[in-house]
T-cell receptor, first 120, second 114 residues
Framework: SAVISQKPSRDICQRGTSLTIQCQVD?????MFWYRQQPGQSLTLIAT?????????ESGFVIDKFPISRPNLTFSTLTVSNMSPEDSSIYLC?????????????????FGPGTRLTVL | KNQVEQSPQSLIILEGKNCTLQ??????????LRWYKQDTGRGPVSLTI?????NTKSNGRYTATLDADTKQSSLHITASQLSDSASYIC?????????????FGTGTRLKVLA
């Protein structure tokens, strides 16, 4: 398993400013992801945070808007830049670890508690 | 159209009652299917994970079923409790172009009343 913490847990920001969200995992993991969950919606993948290289962004998300750092195997940051009210959302950090049962080996995904961002 | 559809969108039941949530998917092939519980203001927590060869898996009062032929999964909650009030999300992990991706359903919002 993996225990994930995020900072801050919530924030209220002004339009045009930037916010950096931190994600800390209690063990070394290869795969870390950042998701956005808008009110009443399911999760949308923003990017995969790669350790030692540039993040891999999903369609519709760009590095200038959502720069990501991944300095080591237990930590990552996501910055929401030049914020607008449309960026109001919950931002979730996630990791994937290998697991298994009698049925076989699989990859299990764990999520952080999320950062609730409100942009005024 | 979303590749993972869940129904109902929302559900209200009385404490102690059973309920079943549905997940229909069009993703093929897939590696595994998961059910998550997400409490309000929290991150999702895994309830069950099933590979395509598994038909059923239980986790306490939660039982998930999978029919890979009809591409349907269900999550059955037995003897519901107030703490079961949450959103339940069905997620399919599927191979894609040498890697993989997680495809999330839109969730079912369950409310359990005393």
């Amino acid at each position: 398993s993996a225990v994930i913490s995020q900072k801050p847990s919530r924030d209220i920001c002004q339009r045009g400013t930037s916010l950096t969200i931190q994600c800390q995992v209690d063990s070394q993991v290869t795969m870390m992801f950042w998701y956005r969950q808008q009110p009443g919606q399911s999760l949308t993948l923003i990017a995969t945070a790669n350790q030692g290289s540039e993040a891999t962004y999903e369609s519709g998300f760009v590095i200038d808007k959502f720069p990501i750092s991944r300095p080591n195997l237990t930590f990552s940051t996501l910055t929401v830049s030049n914020m607008s009210p449309e960026d109001s959302s919950i931002y979730l950090c996630s990791v994937e670890v290998s697991g298994g049962s009698t049925s076989g080996t699989y990859n299990e995904q764990f999520f952080g508690p999320g950062t609730r961002l409100t942009v005024l | 159209k979303n590749q993972v559809e869940q129904s109902p969108q929302s559900l209200i039941i009385l404490e102690g009652k059973n309920c079943t949530l549905q997940c229909n998917y069009t993703v093929s092939p897939f590696s595994n299917l998961r059910w998550y519980k997400q409490d309000t203001g929290r991150g999702p927590v895994s309830l069950t994970i099933m590979t395509f060869s598994e038909n059923t898996k239980s986790n306490g009062r939660y039982t998930a079923t999978l029919d890979a032929d009809t591409k349907q999964s269900s999550l059955h909650i037995t003897a519901s409790q107030l703490s079961d009030s949450a959103s339940y999300i069905c997620v399919v992990r599927a191979p894609l172009s040498g890697t993989y991706k997680y495809i999330f359903g839109t969730g079912t919002r369950l409310k359990v009343l005393a």
